[in-house]
């Protein structure tokens, strides 16, 4: 087993925790992973099943079908960066983009399908051994390529559903819980494409009689109106997503639901391996909330990096549920009072 400084900052989405990996990735000793389980989500990743180096390749590399989609229907989330290249070689369209090029590459590097290539022949060469081990060897590679920091911090949106399989995999590892204000939170999914897509899917698996919208295949388009049917194949109008009438009541329960679950998982993991942060407390007090990051994840808040952090961070970005007309705020504040009281017990 590699000895890693390992830290996962894990939070439901649109919870401030893009701005904190930019903020991490300022950080001269810190190895910022951005977005790598989100990018790659197959279970088997966290699994205790073995795995050869061309085969954890392959779950690196292989494209990421919801991401490609949504990119050739031009309903891009902002976190997607490889498409923004002038000169990328992959493309949605004809080749795929490789799952670990979409958000964590471009994070690193400007030049990523080179980082890609020089991956690709290290990884393939690895011995077959367990997916967490598999993990720590490609941090520690990238690591090599970036100064050698001794100190990771990986952080993907809607993350902390799977703290159970990452404590599992990676018991040394500490966690820190990002988390907003669920009135703010709802109304920042209200507006993300992946976001709006979740209660579509749940309506489409409910008017299929499903269980599950993982169980939705393209022939259930069959069943379902004209602007809902699309959504299963692989060319829609963003509009269809954008444009829907989505109560945002319905996203604050979507918040709730995912902070109770997630709160519930994080007590798995021992106290003294789990911080909170408030993403309200890191606008508000940045040097001093910075500090006690830079403290838990084992590194030095360094004046340099604390004065860029704090110019990278926009406090502006607060209190849009409070501008709701009251017809709207009344039932969202309803919707989000199960997570506000789970963080209260918890935060």
């Known amino acids: 087993m590699l000895n890693q400084n390992l830290t996962f900052v894990v939070g439901t989405g649109r919870c401030g925790s893009t701005a904190l990996s930019q903020v991490i990735n300022l950080h001269p000793d810190v190895l910022s992973v951005n977005e790598l389980f989100a990018s790659i989500p197959d279970a088997e990743v966290l699994d205790e099943a073995l795995l050869s180096g061309p085969e ?23 976190e997607f960066l490889y498409h923004r290249l002038p000169e990328g070689r992959f493309d949605a369209e004809t080749t795929g983009i490789p799952a670990i090029s979409v958000m964590v590459l471009p994070h690193l590097t400007d030049d990523p399908d080179a980082l890609f290539d020089e991956l690709e022949s290290e990884v393939t060469a690895w011995p077959t051994r367990s997916p967490a081990d598999h993990w720590r060897a490609l941090f520690a590679s990238l690591g090599a390529r970036f100064g050698d920091p001794g100190t990771v911090v990986e952080r993907s949106g ?14 040394e590892a500490r966690f820190v819980h990002l988390y907003r204000e669920g009135p703010d939170c709802a109304v920042s999914m209200s507006r993300h494409v992946s976001f709006r897509m979740l209660p579509l899917t749940q309506e489409m698996a409910i008017r299929c009689g ?34 829907r009438p989505i ?15 997630g709160l519930r998982k994080l007590e798995e993991v021992p106290e003294s391996q789990r911080a909170g942060l408030s993403y ?42 409070e501008k709701l007309p009251e017809v709207e705020l009344a039932p969202l504040l309803e919707s989000c009072s199960p997570g506000m009281e789970a963080l209260a017990a918890h935060p």
């Open 247 to 261: 109560p945002l009541a319905a996203f604050g329960s979507l918040w709730s639901g995912v902070i109770v679950d």
């Open 158 to 171: 809607l993350s902390i559903g799977r703290v159970t399989e990452m404590h599992r995999a990676f018991p």
């Open 56 to 78: 954890f390749w392959e779950y690196l590399s292989r494209p990421n079908a919801v991401s490609d989609t949504l990119i050739k229907n031009g309903a891009i989330p902002p």
């Open 210 to 243: 499903l269980e599950s919208p993982y169980e939705l295949t393209p022939e259930h388009a069959a069943q379902l109106p004209p602007d809902l049917a699309p959504l299963l194949g692989d060319e829609w109008d963003p509009a269809l997503v954008m444009d």
């Open 280 to 321: 309200e407390n890191l606008l508000e007090e940045p040097e001093k909330e910075l500090i006690r990051l830079a403290e838990f994840i084992g590194v030095e808040p360094l004046p340099s990096w604390l004065d860029a952090s704090i110019a990278l961070l926009d406090g502006g970005r607060r209190g849009a549920a």
